[in-house]
Protein backbone atom coordinates (compact mmCIF):
# COMPACT_ATOMS: atom_id res chain seq x y z
CA UNK A 1 0.00 0.00 0.00
CA UNK A 2 1.14 3.71 -0.82
CA UNK A 3 0.78 6.33 1.55
CA UNK A 4 0.33 9.85 -0.35
CA UNK A 5 0.46 13.70 0.95
CA UNK A 6 -2.63 13.85 0.48
CA UNK A 7 -3.50 11.01 2.69
CA UNK A 8 -1.28 12.29 5.72
CA UNK A 9 -3.37 15.61 4.91
CA UNK A 10 -6.81 13.89 5.11
CA UNK A 11 -5.97 12.02 8.13
CA UNK A 12 -4.82 15.63 10.08
CA UNK A 13 -8.00 17.22 8.73
CA UNK A 14 -9.62 14.54 10.20
CA UNK A 15 -8.45 14.66 13.19
CA UNK A 16 -8.38 18.11 13.65
CA UNK A 17 -12.45 18.07 13.18
CA UNK A 18 -13.05 15.37 15.67
CA UNK A 19 -13.36 14.96 19.54
CA UNK A 20 -10.34 12.51 19.86
CA UNK A 21 -7.31 13.21 21.73
CA UNK A 22 -5.35 11.49 19.89
CA UNK A 23 -4.90 9.00 16.47
CA UNK A 24 -2.69 6.63 16.21
CA UNK A 25 -2.13 4.76 12.80
CA UNK A 26 0.38 1.87 11.88
CA UNK A 27 -0.07 0.43 8.43
CA UNK A 28 3.08 -1.78 6.89
CA UNK A 29 6.09 0.59 7.25
CA UNK A 30 3.59 3.64 7.63
CA UNK A 31 3.29 5.53 10.96
CA UNK A 32 1.41 8.71 12.36
CA UNK A 33 0.87 10.02 15.20
CA UNK A 34 -1.40 13.02 16.49
CA UNK A 35 -2.42 14.20 19.75
CA UNK A 36 -3.74 16.76 21.45
CA UNK A 37 -1.61 16.55 24.22
CA UNK A 38 1.75 18.94 23.74
CA UNK A 39 3.36 16.26 25.92
CA UNK A 40 2.74 13.08 23.82
CA UNK A 41 5.21 10.94 22.83
CA UNK A 42 4.26 8.52 19.72
CA UNK A 43 4.23 4.82 21.72
CA UNK A 44 7.66 2.82 21.76
CA UNK A 45 9.88 6.55 21.63
CA UNK A 46 11.38 7.89 24.59
CA UNK A 47 10.48 11.18 24.62
CA UNK A 48 7.38 14.18 23.87
CA UNK A 49 6.90 14.46 20.35
CA UNK A 50 7.50 18.65 19.41
CA UNK A 51 4.33 19.98 18.89
CA UNK A 52 3.52 20.71 15.17
CA UNK A 53 1.84 24.32 13.67
CA UNK A 54 0.78 26.13 10.93
CA UNK A 55 4.02 25.87 8.89
CA UNK A 56 3.73 22.04 9.92
CA UNK A 57 0.84 20.24 8.76
CA UNK A 58 -1.47 20.91 11.83
CA UNK A 59 -2.84 24.18 12.97
CA UNK A 60 -2.70 25.15 16.50
CA UNK A 61 -5.03 27.37 17.98
CA UNK A 62 -4.19 29.03 21.70
CA UNK A 63 -6.14 25.87 24.14
CA UNK A 64 -5.07 23.29 21.01
CA UNK A 65 -1.16 22.09 21.20
CA UNK A 66 -0.92 19.38 18.44
CA UNK A 67 2.17 16.90 17.82
CA UNK A 68 2.59 14.87 14.70
CA UNK A 69 5.20 12.83 13.46
CA UNK A 70 5.41 11.43 9.92
CA UNK A 71 7.35 8.23 8.27
CA UNK A 72 7.40 6.51 4.99
CA UNK A 73 8.69 3.07 4.54
CA UNK A 74 12.63 2.91 5.35
CA UNK A 75 12.34 6.36 7.00
CA UNK A 76 12.45 6.42 11.15
CA UNK A 77 9.62 8.30 12.53
CA UNK A 78 10.49 12.14 12.84
CA UNK A 79 8.53 14.62 14.82
CA UNK A 80 7.35 17.46 12.43
CA UNK A 81 8.80 20.77 14.02
CA UNK A 82 7.41 23.72 13.87
CA UNK A 83 10.33 25.98 12.38
CA UNK A 84 10.78 23.29 9.48
CA UNK A 85 9.54 24.80 6.23
CA UNK A 86 7.11 22.23 3.70
CA UNK A 87 8.33 22.19 0.51
CA UNK A 88 5.17 21.60 -2.05
CA UNK A 89 4.51 20.11 -5.11
CA UNK A 90 3.75 23.71 -7.93
CA UNK A 91 1.74 21.28 -9.75
CA UNK A 92 0.25 17.31 -10.23
CA UNK A 93 2.64 15.05 -12.13
CA UNK A 94 4.96 11.83 -11.34
CA UNK A 95 6.95 13.01 -8.55
CA UNK A 96 10.43 12.05 -9.02
CA UNK A 97 13.30 11.73 -6.41
CA UNK A 98 16.69 11.63 -9.39
CA UNK A 99 17.17 13.06 -12.50
CA UNK A 100 16.90 9.84 -14.31
CA UNK A 101 16.38 5.86 -13.06
CA UNK A 102 19.55 4.68 -11.56
CA UNK A 103 20.87 8.04 -10.56
CA UNK A 104 21.62 9.45 -7.18
CA UNK A 105 18.55 10.86 -5.76
CA UNK A 106 18.46 14.97 -5.84
CA UNK A 107 18.85 14.97 -1.78
CA UNK A 108 18.75 12.87 0.81
CA UNK A 109 17.70 13.44 4.75
CA UNK A 110 20.46 15.30 6.18
CA UNK A 111 21.65 17.48 3.35
CA UNK A 112 22.52 20.96 3.76
CA UNK A 113 20.90 23.17 0.48
CA UNK A 114 20.48 26.71 -0.63
CA UNK A 115 17.14 27.91 -1.88
CA UNK A 116 18.32 27.32 -5.53
CA UNK A 117 19.22 23.72 -5.06
CA UNK A 118 17.39 21.42 -7.56
CA UNK A 119 15.28 18.39 -4.86
CA UNK A 120 12.83 16.64 -7.18
CA UNK A 121 11.54 17.01 -10.97
CA UNK A 122 7.92 16.28 -11.19
CA UNK A 123 6.39 15.24 -14.51
CA UNK A 124 3.30 15.54 -16.70
CA UNK A 125 2.93 14.37 -20.08
CA UNK A 126 6.40 14.91 -20.62
CA UNK A 127 7.13 17.99 -19.08
CA UNK A 128 9.49 18.27 -16.26
CA UNK A 129 9.32 20.68 -13.59
CA UNK A 130 12.29 21.43 -11.68
CA UNK A 131 11.67 22.18 -7.84
CA UNK A 132 14.42 23.98 -6.18
CA UNK A 133 14.33 23.82 -2.37
CA UNK A 134 13.59 27.61 -1.90
CA UNK A 135 15.21 27.66 1.03
CA UNK A 136 18.95 27.55 2.62
CA UNK A 137 18.78 24.76 5.27
CA UNK A 138 19.20 21.03 6.19
CA UNK A 139 16.42 18.55 4.56
CA UNK A 140 14.99 16.74 7.16
CA UNK A 141 11.89 14.67 5.40
CA UNK A 142 10.65 13.35 2.13
CA UNK A 143 7.35 12.52 2.67
CA UNK A 144 7.15 10.94 -1.06
CA UNK A 145 8.22 7.89 -2.19
CA UNK A 146 9.87 8.29 -6.14
CA UNK A 147 7.60 7.61 -9.08
CA UNK A 148 4.50 8.52 -7.05
CA UNK A 149 1.80 10.80 -8.60
CA UNK A 150 1.35 13.66 -6.24
CA UNK A 151 -1.61 16.88 -6.28
CA UNK A 152 -0.44 20.20 -6.46
CA UNK A 153 -0.11 22.00 -3.17
CA UNK A 154 0.95 18.48 -1.88
CA UNK A 155 3.53 18.50 0.83
CA UNK A 156 6.78 16.63 -0.90
CA UNK A 157 9.63 18.12 2.00
CA UNK A 158 10.71 19.28 5.35
CA UNK A 159 13.34 21.51 5.64
CA UNK A 160 15.05 23.10 8.72
CA UNK A 161 16.04 26.96 7.77
CA UNK A 162 19.50 27.50 8.55
Not at 106 to 122: A, K, M, N, S, W
Request: glycine residues 6%.
Amino acid sequence: MTIKSQDIDALISLFETSDWDELHLKIADFEIFLSTDSKARMPGTAGPVAPATASGAVTAGPAYAAATSVSLPGAPAVAVQPHWIAVKAPNLGTFYRAPKPGAPAFVEIGQVVTPETEICLIEVMKLFTTVKAGVAGTVRQVLVADAVMVEFGDTLFYIEPA
